[in-house]
């Protein structure tokens, strides 16, 4: 069992994996902001978002569904699960953007096929991305290397969240899209890290110190 400041939710596991900054912020500093990007984001999960059931050609799907792991300390809920007759049990998330491979999505969904698994007692081989922006559906087979990624990420959320160290910015292709690059403020952090340690600013210190 874990302490209740040791829970780890399955939505950091998206967000570290795309940026431990961007995770620090919000899941240790507190730090939230919207943008566009956000917002249409919220906006697809407005029906997910309402716990409900439907059914459908013998398949019952929960929505909001929420989740657990007692043994490894994990929280949060799924967009939607499938229960078919066969006993068949298949998470499915749903996205803003167009399908595309993306480690984090996977990580993110392999997280609520493990709590299904210990919830449920059965095994989860298999689930499903739905990108809103192109309407395509995307596979995922939960293999072995991506638990093993997944738990190695769970593992290192808790360790960041132990410690409660913000990393350093990157300024790199995520961060324009980033709802908080005005509080992480990339460009500017890190140009000023990179004229810290310039040894021709150094030389000019000294040269300054002199007069």
């Known amino acids: 069992m874990f302490a209740e400041e040791d829970i780890v939710l399955i939505s950091a596991i998206e967000h570290y994996s795309y940026c431990p900054r961007q995770f620090a912020l919000m899941h240790v500093e507190q730090t939230f902001e919207d943008n566009s990007l956000t917002l249409s984001g919220n906006r697809v999960h407005e029906n997910v978002d309402r716990a409900h059931v439907l059914r459908h050609e013998g398949v ?120 908080l690059i005005e509080v992480c403020q990339p460009e500017l952090i890190s140009s000023a890290r990179v004229s810290t340690v310039n040894p021709a600013n150094l030389e000019g210190d000294k040269g300054g110190g002199d007069a």
């Open 60 to 179: 019952r799907v929960e929505y909001a569904l929420p989740l657990w792991s007692d043994r490894l300390g994990l929280s949060g809920r799924a967009d939607a699960v499938e229960l078919h007759g066969d006993g068949t049990v298949w998470p499915v998330e749903s996205k803003r953007g167009h399908r595309r491979p993306k480690k984090h999505d996977d990580l993110q969904l392999c997280a609520q096929a493990l709590c299904l698994e210990e919830m449920l007692d059965v095994t989860v081989p298999r689930g499903s991305i739905y990108y809103h922006s192109s309407r395509r559906w995307r596979e995922v087979l939960l293999s072995e290397p991506l638990r093993n990624e997944t738990l190695a990420s769970i593992d290192a959320i808790r360790g960041a969240m132990r410690s409660g160290v913000v990393p350093p910015p990157v300024n790199d292709v995520r961060c324009p899209k980033c709802s």
